[in-house]
């Protein structure tokens, strides 16, 4: 398996896009003098930001609102109970826990521990952060559970019994890998692992599948399905209803992040599905099956269209797979999309953006057809699925906006959604306002986006506002209530804009389909029209305008003050991209060349040098004093990225910021302690940029 981050010249494309970069070094994640960097940056930062008389108290009421008792404990159904991961002062690393519904529902639930995160890291001496488990169906007392050292998405799995709260003796255990277990009965595994010998894509994940039985060794278990090394990943699984029947194998090419190639195991074979790149199987209610596609499917003399749901009877379909007929769930209407769906034991579930406001619906399939009714919720929030039980029909829901603290709804099935929880107000709300307003983006295009600020705010360009955005890979940006945003920010005066850009979700596949690839620009055109549009709104200034993002919304930061340095003062990096000709060397970024285009194809190379923000860190410009922040753990977009701007800044001459989480991966901490610092840090820079 190759180093993350390390150069790799197994091309000669390859070798000519690192020769002529001194901050490569900084590709190597752990090394010596990459450490030492980092070391001394983070004191750096120590030494100032954390110096200002504001960050203590930041740092408090960001812990205070972190470690809440009060906050709404997140629930899944199991036969055993409900479940929740919990996190707090006491318990840093969380508690895997479970409680009855009876219990859950009044105001104090007594919770009995299945697995205490902490206790285990101090007993084995490691930095173990829980990262979910897998349970053998129906019973659900049999699990893998998934352990990640400092953070990474590379995990440890191994096999747990929640009967008698311990890890099995002898039991089922994987190495630190990426990829899977799924269990097939209790002395059985289909497993996706890097197994070496080339088992690993150029993405860094795995593409074989492995049937394991108890008691052999891994090394022997048959491979029961082989994708290719050129793919993103590939791997088998099980097709399982609610009641956790198997009704057969299926298998996914990842042939792009966003494509993948379909197979059954049908008559002694892997037969591929005929259905788009771009379409799945989205699990079996009511005995159908069912479909979910994100461009137009022609199937025979029937065309469904993009973003809709389709099903088939599941007994044809595992007669013919291809042959079986396909009806339509669900298809959107203008500006709606699908968000998500949940299956419980006997209805379908589906999660909507209507003109970016949610949407619930439930389905069921009587006397040969579907039929659909609303789930009474509140209007005009961000609402959505929270639990859903496969045993019976219970379903939780949500309900969120800015300034309104979440709720959680509870029905059976039968009767009307119930409120049996709301979040505590987080943040003094009183005086605050939700607007939405539209900005013309540089082709033409209405670009809607949020804005939380003082009612009847004085539009004379004096409020200091932090725009955030993602713009990429289908997720939608939507308003939620953040006690952190809220105390850290509004409550201090600042105003806070959330962008609907091309590239996300908001509107559909064809929202995120229209900025991709060559096409990608048009997030970056987006992002700086919303900041063209509230400066002339007068809202706030380019002195006063600061912008924020992570991951793929970090990348989305740095094009936007690279691009336009004079409409920006602040600009908060998280976990960036950032060398974007170097994308597929560094983490997993070869992953991700089906939403920007690979550079080393010369025709791509060329739309994306056109943006990549690294290569645009040049002397003489004035940009805004950006604050970059990673993690050394992160596995996904790796530190580099940040590192290198910073260290290119640096040798320009131009004043940055830079810090580096040595735990937390993708997501930044592993506890809420290092969360409650990082947003401390983030909100002193800013103020420090846009209040001062």
């Not at 009044?106 to 084995?124: C, F, N, S």
């Not at 129906?138 to 096999?159: F, H, I, N, Q």
């Not at 939403?595 to 290569?615: F, L, V």
């Amino acid at each position: 398996m190759p180093t993350i981050g390390k150069a790799q010249n197994s091309t000669s494309e390859n070798a000519s896009l690192s020769t002529d970069d001194p901050f490569i070094w900084l590709e190597e994640t752990r090394s010596d003098r990459a450490l030492a960097w980092v070391r001394a940056e983070n004191a750096r930062v120590d030494r100032t930001l954390a110096d200002d008389p504001r960050f203590a108290q930041l740092q408090a009421e960001a812990l205070t609102i972190l470690d809440a008792k009060d906050r709404i404990p997140g629930v899944g159904f199991t036969p055993y109970g409900l479940v929740n991961f919990w996190q707090d002062a006491a318990n840093p690393r969380g508690l895997v826990r479970v409680t009855t519904l009876e219990s859950y529902r009044t105001d104090a639930p007594t919770w009995q521990t299945i697995l205490d995160i902490d206790a285990l890291a101090k007993a084995e001496g490691r930095e173990w952060v829980y990262q979910g488990m897998s349970c053998l169906p129906p019973a659900g007392t049999r699990c893998m559970v998934a352990l990640s050292d400092g953070g990474k998405d590379a995990t440890e799995l191994r096999e747990f019994d929640i009967t008698t709260r311990s890890f099995v003796k002898g039991g089922f255990v994987l190495p630190e890998s990426q990829g899977g277990a799924q269990w097939v009965d209790e002395n059985t595994l289909l497993v996706s692992r890097d197994f070496g010998d080339g088992t690993i894509t150029e993405s860094q994940y795995p593409f074989t599948t492995r049937e394991w039985k108890r008691g052999t060794p891994i090394e022997e278990a048959r491979e029961i399905y082989r994708g290719d090394a050129k793919d993103v990943s590939s791997g088998a699984g099980l097709l399982r209803d609610a009641a956790g029947t198997i009704h057969g194998r299926v298998a996914r090419r990842g042939v792009s992040f966003f494509e993948s190639e379909t197979y059954l195991w049908h008559a002694d074979k892997w037969t591929r599905l005929e259905m788009p790149l771009k379409a799945s199987l989205g699990g079996i209610v009511d005995g159908r099956i069912l479909f979910s596609t994100d461009v137009e499917w022609k199937n025979g003399d029937q065309t469904f269209p993009a973003d809709s749901i389709v099903s088939a009877d599941l007994a044809a379909f595992k007669a013919d797979p291809n042959g079986a007929p396909k009806t339509l769930v669900w298809k959107p209407e203008a500006r709606q999309t699908k968000r998500g769906t949940a299956i419980t034991g006997d209805a379908l579930y589906v999660s909507l953006l209507d003109n970016v406001r949610g949407r619930v619906l439930r389905f069921d399939f009587d006397n040969g057809k579907w039929a659909s009714k609303p789930i009474a919720l509140p209007q005009n929030a961000t609402v959505g699925i929270a639990a859903a039980d496969d045993d019976s029909g219970r379903v939780m829901f949500t309900s969120t906006d800015f300034l309104t603290p979440s709720q959680l709804y509870f029905s059976d099935g039968e009767s009307a959604p119930t409120v049996i929880k709301t979040s505590p107000a987080r943040f003094d709300a009183e005086g605050l306002a939700i607007s939405q307003f539209e900005a013309t983006s540089k082709d033409g295009a209405r670009i809607p986006y949020f804005v939380v600020s003082k009612k009847g705010v004085t539009l004379d360009g004096g409020t200091p506002t932090l725009l955030y955005g993602y713009g990429g890979f289908q997720s939608s940006s939507l308003p939620v209530y953040s006690g952190t945003i809220g105390k850290l920010w509004l409550e201090k005066g600042g105003a806070y804009v959330l962008g609907n850009m091309r590239g996300g979700g908001e509107f559909g596949p064809q929202w995120h389909q229209s900025a991709m690839g060559a096409n990608k620009q048009r997030t970056w055109d987006d992002f700086i029209a919303i900041g063209e549009d509230v400066v002339e709104r007068g809202l706030t200034s380019p002195r006063r305008l600061g912008i924020m993002g992570g991951s793929q919304g970090g990348l989305l930061v740095g094009t936007a003050f690279t691009q336009r340095p004079d409409l920006f003062n602040a600009a908060v990096v998280q976990i960036p991209l950032f060398d974007m000709l170097r994308l597929p060397f560094i983490g997993r970024g070869a992953s991700w060349v089906g939403e920007y285009g690979d550079p080393r194809i010369p025709e791509q190379r060329a739309w994306i040098e056109a943006y990549s923000p690294y290569q645009k860190l040049v002397k003489g410009v004035e940009f805004p004093m950006p604050f970059f922040w990673a993690s050394t753990a992160d596995d996904r977009t790796h530190p580099s990225h940040a590192r290198k701007a910073a260290a290119r800044m640096s040798a320009n001459g131009q004043p940055y910021y830079y810090y580096e989480d040595m735990t937390g991966g993708h997501s930044g901490g592993v506890d809420n302690a290092q969360r409650a610092k990082l947003q401390a840090l983030q909100y002193v820079y800013l103020m420090q940029r846009l209040m001062d």
